[in-house]
């Protein structure tokens, strides 16, 4: 149980906090690291996007996508851990609504995967938002229990809001269509 452990101290930052910031991380880098994937030249997001209209208001490169996705989903790992640590292991009601908002914007993410993969757009559109809008809702939980948790997550709320306006955007330019 070393997450326990290592939350008996909080406020003290050991090598083992490093090891359980770094497991903590897994879920986002692994969905950010999906997504890289994804936009690789015959990936899935690839291939969404090329057959699709976009607006002309945002990049249609799915690599920028990928790369913007991956680059602020990489710290929340770290954010949640935080929160986690710094409240002696998730012992308030705060810090437990916080990592529940949390994990259900994870759990979002990754059904947004199975959504584009089958090329359905008003459902894809409906998880970005989705996820936008839990990442408020973790966000605002997480200021109220770790301020420097809270700036970590801050990328990844504006980038999923651009995601879920985006997709929204591509759901209404390409409605009727699916394959």
């Known amino acids: 149980m070393p997450f326990m452990n290592a939350a008996k101290i909080p406020f003290i930052w050991t090598n083992q906090d490093t090891g359980n910031a770094i497991i903590a991380s897994v879920l986002p880098v692994g969905i950010g690291t999906s997504i890289i994937f994804s936009a690789a030249e015959d990936g899935n997001l690839t291939e969404y996007f090329r057959q699709s209209r976009k607006p002309s208001w945002g990049t249609a ?9 991956f680059a602020t989903l990489s710290p929340l790992g770290y954010a949640s851990y935080r929160i986690f640590k710094n409240t002696a292991g998730a012992m308030t009601d705060k810090s437990q609504l916080a990592l529940a908002l949390y994990g259900s914007c994870m759990a979002v993410s990754i059904l947004s995967g199975y959504f584009n993969l089958r090329k359905n757009y008003q459902m894809d559109a409906y998880t970005k938002l989705g996820i936008a809008g839990s990442a408020i809702a973790f966000a605002l939980a997480f200021r109220e229990v770790d301020s420097t948790a809270f700036l970590y997550s801050v990328p990844f709320v504006g980038w999923s809001i651009f995601s879920g306006l985006y997709h929204y955007n591509l759901y209404k330019l390409n409605a009727g269509k699916q394959d």
């Open 61 to 69: 490169n799915s690599g920028v996508h990928a790369a913007c996705a």
